[in-house]
């Protein structure tokens, strides 16, 4: 994703509007590795401008996403995570509290000719689905406490 004065100037070339509530949705994403809901960039904005709606948040990742600058995932948390990292990246999802984290690996998926059925693929997701670090610690924690009753 490009800079917050980049992505504002390829707005204005494109014909987009550019408000400040915009500039701070921007703002936001770039460089955020936490794979953002609009529910939580908007609750993240609403400090920096109050008067910012979920509408708004909303049409500026769809506008965003539209121009390739951001990719809209779901990762089946529940709602659409936003990453501003438009590389090849595959992602650790923790199934406990919706951590998302990038995952840099070769995917190959060995498939038959005949499996496809003419299908041509151009690209292999990977979803590798568990607990995250903390999540896991407190796993631990609260097995240990079954274990002592
Ligand atoms: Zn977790
Ligand atoms: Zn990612």
């Known amino acids: 994703m490009r800079s917050p004065a980049e ?7 494109r014909g987009l509007k550019v408000t400040p509530q915009r500039q701070c949705i921007f703002r936001h994403l770039h460089g955020n590795s936490m794979h953002p809901t ?20 909303y049409s500026t ?41 990038d995952l840099y690996v070769e995917a190959q ?3 038959a000719p005949e499996q ?14 568990g607990l995250c670090s903390t999540c896991s610690q407190q796993h631990d924690r609260t097995n240990e406490g079954d274990a002592h009753g």
Do not use: W, Y
């Open 7 to 13: 992505l504002t100037e390829l707005f204005r070339t």
């Open 38 to 57: 609009a529910e939580s960039v908007h609750a993240a904005a609403v400090h920096e401008m109050p008067t910012i709606s979920l509408k708004t948040v």
């Open 61 to 101: 990742l769809n506008d965003l996403a539209a121009m390739g600058e951001i990719q809209s995932l779901d990762l089946g948390t529940g709602s659409s995570r936003f990453d501003s990292n438009v590389d090849a990246h595959h992602h650790l999802v923790c199934n406990r509290c919706g951590l998302v984290r």
């Open 109 to 111: 998926v060995p498939v």
């Open 116 to 129: 496809l059925n003419g299908f041509t693929p151009a690209a292999t997701e990977v979803v590798i689905r």
